[in-house]
């Protein structure tokens, strides 16, 4: 009831007028790609500071939120991952766009976006207390499991092969084990080349990996980027509604995973769209399509990606813990407030909590019209650029995007290096998603197992470390369901196939 | 038939080269993971022996049934012009540092702009625009992410 009174109490034109301001600026900044979101609020912050604590508040929560669905235009239009939480929306988002479903894809993008952001806040409003404590029972094993079923996406990446795909995600591996060894203080395969200490920053690999070997495709004939059918014209808001009600177990179990994983402090967007995208191709009905153009991808993508945002603020506000790094920028403007972080937020604030909650509610819902807009406008600029204006374009976003995050020069060279490396991998059938997968997951992989491997010794108890613990053994079970659940699912479906056909025959 | 055969040898040749680099890569980082220490050790070890093991095993599936695998995508339109576009990029990042963000990539967009293939004839009125385009588009993102991101992009020390 008390909420309903703030929600009423948020409609006040200034609120409305701040939180359509941060999603506005937040969608045009998370579609640059390299821009993370990170940035946009960090970049936003000074202007928060002129505000009001919940006006301010609600300024930068709106515009990561606006940024994360915005890194979506980018991974869906060109391939480039605005933001590494939209990394998992390329793989269907692009498929979409080029064979003219682009605007569909993005109205999608855009209604997942505002039921992972609604799901995520609304889990705040009620268990913020209980899930801060449960996020702070993973330890580094549950990381290293975490990181693993990640990694079994990879045999939905794999464009038919797996054996191709996997040596994919191992050259991932390989590549994420240049630079300082988190666990040994190793140089490792630096070869006293200074740019490679700090190892393959994700964003550049990651724009280098998925969006040079498209533009090297594009400049090789006069055919459009995009398809773009005359059929497609205002129903996509219907269409996309329709899509996500076919799919809405994806979009649920896609909010709560993003929101279990948002969190859990520093995981992030980025392993919540890689964890969620994994279940939802699992689950499919059709799950060949996954990876070619399937609504569910997107559909899990960003519906995972966008409930971080609200479910990562719990260990914020409750126990001063960012749960993804943009939460670390708004924990900061709280304290700039002088808004105290803690249980105590909850009594004796909690009318700030609770305006902060309602305006991010408001703004959320705000983000259908505002993003269905802005990806109408951007999708039909997309398709009628001409490629003389189209291709140098990406190749100058790309040289910004890769530079832009750190402000480095070898992060272009890197960016380069891949991209070209992924372009002739790519000719011998060898797919450049698992190569993404293995290089983010990686670091989190070995340093989740080598700490869990040095408590273990120390306490003598290592099996019971990695096997023992609840959250370890619900993670393993998922993992083996990975692993063993879909041949045995394409068995019998084929088994039944044939029955089918010898009934006929 | 004898086309077939070709395709299925060309097939199988870009096949066993990809595994055998990535075998080699793999025996590399077995090899190099004896420099480092022990803790640091394990992982790339691990990592070698998944994409030595990888390789093999996929090498002996070719030879096995190769017609099963699918075969590497067909490259449609001009390898000239990828190799281009790559030549300029390259070039494009090396001058980077000398030219400076603007006129590196006023440059770059305008030369990049005149390989693209067209389906109307190529004028010098369209290349004309298309500098025009290409140097208001660079200067624009310069303008927006030094003054109002303050991202410090690329200067010259050429000039």
Known sequence: MEFLQHISASFS???????????????LLGALPGLSSTFSCAVMLPISFSMDPVPGLIFLGTVYMGSTYGGSFSAILIKTPGTPQSITTTFDGFPMAKRGEGGLALSIACMASVIGGLTGIFVFLWLAPPLAEFALMFGPAEYFWLALFGLTIIASLSEGNLMKGLISGFFGLALSQIGVSVVSGDMRFTYENSALIGGIPIIPATIGLLCLPVAIDLIADAD????TPLTERSNNFLRAARAIWDRKQNALRSSIIGTLVGII?????AIASLVAYAEASRTAKKSDRFGDGDPGGIIASESANNATVGSGLIPTFVLGIPGTPPDAVILGAMMVHGVQIGPK????HNDIVLTFLSGMTIATVLMLPVGLFLGRFIYSAVTKMPKSYLVPMVALMLVIGSFAIQNNYHDI???????????????????????????????IAEQGFAQALMIGRAKDSVLEIFFARPISIALI??????IVLPPLLRRSSFNRLRMKENVST | MFQLKMNIAGKRAKNILGSLTFGMLGTFMLYAAQDFES??????AFIGCGLLFLSVLLIIVEFSKSELLPPPTAITGSLVRRSLFIALMVIWVVALPYLGFVVAGCLAFAIISAAVPKNSNKTSTNFALNTVAGVLTTIGFWVVLTAFLKVPLPEATFF
């Open chain 1, 13 to 27: 034109p200034y609120i409305l007028a701040v939180g359509t301001c941060g999603l506005f600026l937040g969608i």
């Open chain 1, 265 to 269: 402090p520093a995981a992030g967007g």
């Open chain 2, 39 to 44: 803790a640091g050790r394990v992982t790339p």
């Open chain 1, 477 to 482: 079970g998922c993992i083996l369901a990975a």
């Open chain 1, 345 to 348: 937020l909850f009594t004796e």
């Open chain 1, 224 to 227: 459009h980027h995009l398809s």
């Open chain 1, 413 to 443: 060279v890197i960016m380069l290096v891949l991209g070209i490396i992924a372009w002739v991998i790519s000719r011998f059938g060898f797919p450049a998603p698992p190569i993404v997968l293995g290089l983010l997951l990686g670091p």
